[in-house]
């Protein structure tokens, strides 16, 4: 009731501005509306429209859906069956032309575009929501890189209580793919509500997760960067000075100079997708004696992302199986791949893991459904952070 | 050249997916583009559109115009004259149905509507651009508040090189208005970047910023917070336990408790915009001696944001008078007012000062053109951290 006088007010000040127009002129219905029993209804008013129809990964192959018009305009489409608990995208066609919900404010950016997101409760919906638990930090950082000549931006997640203890942590290096940047795994993958949630349910060891930049050809997210550029997959707006593996010792560096971390190999574990995941398999080979834990996300360990030719791949697969022998000798706890039974890289992988069972590698494979999407990204996330540091 | 490989093996990963759908589905056209001599070009792909508009605060009023069709359904608008520097913020009505720029990243959200931004290089669109200069951390973090009885949200900027010396830094507490959230001042208000490049250039001393939520009946803004809600003006998903006024002190010690900070009057600035000007006003004079830089944007100091009648709102101007008179006796160094010439609250500030003036109240007023708008509490913000603990 006491607000309701200053809720007047507020409407007021937005009178005759654009604000006003954005604000007031918005939508009032509800979208998505999940219901009880976990159908959801997708709704938007568009009264001049001839077709409205919403896609995401909650549908079917093909992925499209028809909206009705209703009253006053209002289209409608509700999911014939209940939707299996899970973060789902999506976005409007009208008239062929995509846009997203006006009425729901929960939006990713992936690489360049804009989507909306729900969550349909349950599990694993429950993992990647916020619930009234302890919860870390998330800090946005700009570290020094001497080897890339640059500061460039990093993501820190610290547990709940880093900051009011004088206990030491572990570090998980979490690395992005080909799409993404220092804010995917933190947005797309749900990091943050994972690890709160996961640390609150016991399944978790308190840890620090690091999410750098992989793209050493950029040094920010877009809006976050100086250099103005557009997001594209693999892309950036200038060549690297050196490479993601190369310049990872400054990263490290940073991390253990500015956190009260635990500095020995059985402490550091790294992880990634997709180019991220090899990343994590020719940095965790690089540096020897280094991590412990390992995990390679819908990406084959043995595979080139520089080789132009037959002969460079195989020249590089050759190399990379000596370094693996290696790494083993030096010995690790965890070597863990994963990857979805429809993924474009299946086979890659497959390929992979022929060539580590040929040397006697000691991995752990996880096979799931699916392809090479971020729904089986936050899976093995969920997974993987269980096994670490134990 | 040595990304091609990798990049095009990056294309074929979402094949047949929804976020391929998305990803290549998306625009290649440009849209904003901002020319040499500053007029700006916005385009938009909709073959099947009859109308197509744009609205934004770059417009006069009444803020439409009209984009043209023209090859392959790309519809264009170009500012008939150069724009002058400045952030911008608009979208796209088609065929009257509003939607965001699908070529723009770009976007913030104002309460609950999503618009696209751009930045007109120049002064003073410059100080509210990512430059190529030292970079303070933003942290967003939960602390305790025994007041309200719940762990809360908090944004924290702290100054480029605070975590690589032993120096304490002054406080600088930056409040938003009914509207917004803990993430108000740093999207739509650029508080970061106007922070970086001020520190850049001389013209701020190094300072931690501290942006709570002032809504005390919600815990985080949307997305962030375990309570589901749609923001709303002044709304809230409950009632509150207490104000922002009674529970401030947690905040505060939750700073001098975390932070490397000076722990005293000279040492400490509290300001906000529209609410969170009167929140400014209210808690500098509930909290004697503990502000020595005060700062009210767009809003009258002396109002109260729960009388519910004439004689309600008479007494407590009457006593919040009061309240001024001691908090001159005790002393400050900076009470700056700030208000455009077309606020709607325009009558009641200058009431405010007149007020004042009987007491003598030691005050300085700055006026500036238009209205409640966030043009207004950048520029503020720009003019008021120079002025700081100096």
């Given at each position: ?7 007047a007010v507020?409407?007021?000040m937005?009178?005759?501005?654009f604000?006003?127009?954005?604000l007031?002129?918005?939508e009032?219905?509800?979208s ?9 209804t ?6 001049k429209?001839?077709?409205?129809e919403?896609?995401?990964d909650?549908?079917?192959?093909p992925?499209?859906?028809?909206l009705?018009?209703?009253e ?6 509700t999911?014939p ?8 995208s ?6 062929d032309?995509?846009?997203n919900?006006p009425?729901?404010?929960?939006i ?7 989507s909306?997101i ?14 009234n638990?302890?919860?870390g930090t ?9 080897t ?16 009011n ?10 690395l992005h793919g080909?799409?993404g ?12 509500q994972?690890?709160d949630n996961?640390?609150a ?16 050809q950029?040094?920010?997210a ?5 250099r103005?550029?557009r997001?594209?997959?693999?892309g950036g ?5 050196a ?9 490290i560096?940073?991390?253990?100079g500015n956190?009260?971390?635990?500095k020995d ?5 790294i992880?990634g ?5 090899m990343h ?10 280094t991590f412990?834990?390992?995990?390679v ?9 520089m080789?132009r ?16 022998e290696l ?5 690790f706890k ?10 474009f ?9 022929k060539k ?6 000691n991995?752990t ?12 990204w ?13």
């Amino acid at each position: 009731m006491k607000h309701l006088i200053f809720l007047a007010v507020g409407m007021l000040m937005f009178a005759n501005t654009f604000a006003q127009q954005a604000l007031w002129g918005g939508e009032t219905i509800v979208s998505p509306e999940i219901h009880e029993n976990n159908t959801v209804t997708f709704r938007i008013r568009a009264p001049k429209a001839v077709k409205v129809e919403v896609v995401g990964d909650f549908l079917e192959s093909p992925g499209v859906a028809q909206l009705k018009e209703g009253e006053n305009g209002v289209w409608e489409y509700t999911t014939p069956k209940p939707l299996a608990s899970e973060l789902y995208s999506y976005a409007f066609f009208v008239d062929d032309l995509r846009m997203n919900d006006p009425a729901n404010m929960l939006i990713n950016r992936d690489v360049s575009t804009v989507s909306n997101i729900f969550i349909v409760p349950g599990d694993p919906g429950d993992l990647y929501s916020v619930n009234n638990i302890p919860h870390g930090t998330v800090a946005h950082r700009w570290y020094d890189s001497p080897t890339l000549k640059e500061q460039r931006r990093i993501t820190i997640y610290t547990p709940p209580g880093y900051e009011n203890n004088e206990q030491k942590y572990p570090v998980f290096y979490l690395l992005h793919g080909s799409g993404g940047d220092e804010e995917a795994w933190i947005t797309l993958g749900r990091t943050v509500q994972i690890m709160d949630n996961l640390i609150a349910q016991g399944k978790a060891k308190p840890m620090i997760v690091v999410m750098p930049n992989g793209h050493t050809q950029n040094v920010a997210a877009v809006g976050a960067s100086s250099r103005n550029y557009r997001p594209a997959m693999g892309g950036g707006p200038r060549e690297a000075v050196a490479s993601m593996e190369d310049s990872f010792g400054d990263i490290i560096k940073f991390v253990e100079g500015n956190y009260r971390v635990k500095k020995d190999k059985e402490n550091r574990a790294i992880a990634g997708l997709s180019m991220g995941g090899m990343h994590s398999a020719a940095i965790s080979a690089q540096y020897p004696k280094t991590f412990n834990y390992i995990g390679v996300f819908s990406a084959p360990p043995i595979a080139s992302m520089m080789a132009r030719s037959e002969s460079e791949r195989s020249k590089y697969a050759e190399e990379f199986v000596k370094k693996l022998e290696l790494q083993q000798k030096n010995g690790f706890k965890l070597y863990w791949i994963a990857c979805g039974d429809t993924d474009f890289l299946y086979q890659g992988v497959k390929d992979s893991l022929k060539k580590m069972d040929e040397i006697g590698f000691n991995y752990t494979y996880r096979e799931s459904g699916e392809g090479h999407i971020w729904k089986n990204w936050r899976i093995y996330l969920s997974e993987f952070v269980p096994m670490l540091f134990k």
